[in-house]
T-cell receptor, first 114, second 112 residues
Framework: AAGVIQSPRHLIKEKRETATLKCYPI?????VYWYQQGPGQDPQFLIS???????DKGSIPDRFSAQQFSDYHSELNMSSLELGDSALYFC?????????????FGSGTRLTVV | GQQLNQSPQSMFIQEGEDVSMNCTSS?????WLWYKQDPGEGPVLLIA?????ELTSNGRLTAQFGITRKDSFLNISASIPSDVGIYFC????????????FGQGTTLQVKP
């Protein structure tokens, strides 16, 4: 079965650089969620999109922005990177209105800021 | 804001032993979930709980949703080495948001 695809799997950037993370949801899933997981921490909700519109917002820094495209894939753009942005970034997708049914996480992108 | 308190933080047990971990919250959640995460991978859903008091099993795993919808426990029976990993509880508030609030995680190590 198709899963949530995230790219790249690993990314190394320098401070003050920009990074773009991509997420391709499971086919026919219309909702995408982004989470950030710092070392030894639990995943923290950043932002979500439904039908290309932002549906909810968590503790996402102003330096980060995200969008969902017409094919439902989503991109998380991170600017002026800081050392503290080093983390695993997960994307999850689901079908709106189905609760947790089919809510699936990708394998994540490990971002290292040096 | 909403917060889940998960305990214990870590466990080191012998293969074949039973394991129990729990989560509590000051908030009421619509759905309560238990995930397992392997190093460098995304969380994988183990059990989802929808009704207050619900007791659900999935193989050697058993979880219950508290009557008040503010707590849950996960039991693993007869642990095996592949049970090693980090276990997270998570709550979903329901309504228009599908975001999950995670507990701090329980790191499980199993000695063969």
């Amino acid at each position: 079965a198709a899963g949530v695809i995230q790219s790249p799997r690993h990314l190394i950037k320098e401070k003050r650089e920009t990074a773009t993370l991509k997420c391709y949801p499971i086919p026919r899933h219309d909702t995408v969620y982004w989470y950030q997981q710092g070392p030894g921490q639990d995943p923290q909700f950043l932002i979500s999109f439904y039908e290309k519109m932002q549906s909810d917002k968590g503790s996402i820094p102003d330096r980060f922005s995200a969008q969902q495209f017409s094919d439902y894939h989503s991109e998380l753009n991170m600017s002026s990177l800081e050392l503290g942005d080093s983390a695993l970034y997960f994307c999850a997708s689901s079908v709106s209105g189905t609760g947790i049914y089919g809510y699936t996480f990708g394998s994540g992108t490990r971002l290292t800021v040096v | 804001g909403q917060q889940l308190n998960q305990s214990p933080q870590s466990m080191f047990i012998q293969e074949g032993e039973d394991v129990s971990m729990n989560c509590t919250s000051s908030s009421i959640f619509n759905t309560w979930l238990w995930y397992k995460q392997d190093p460098g991978e995304g969380p994988v859903l183990l059990i989802a709980l929808y009704k207050a008091g619900e007791l659900t099993s999935n193989g050697r795993l058993t979880a219950q949703f508290g009557i008040t919808r503010k707590d849950s426990f996960l039991n693993i029976s007869a642990s095996i080495p592949s049970d090693v990993g980090i276990y997270f509880c998570a709550g979903q508030l329901g309504g228009n948001t599908g975001k999950l609030i995670f507990g701090q995680g329980t790191t499980l190590q199993v000695k063969p």
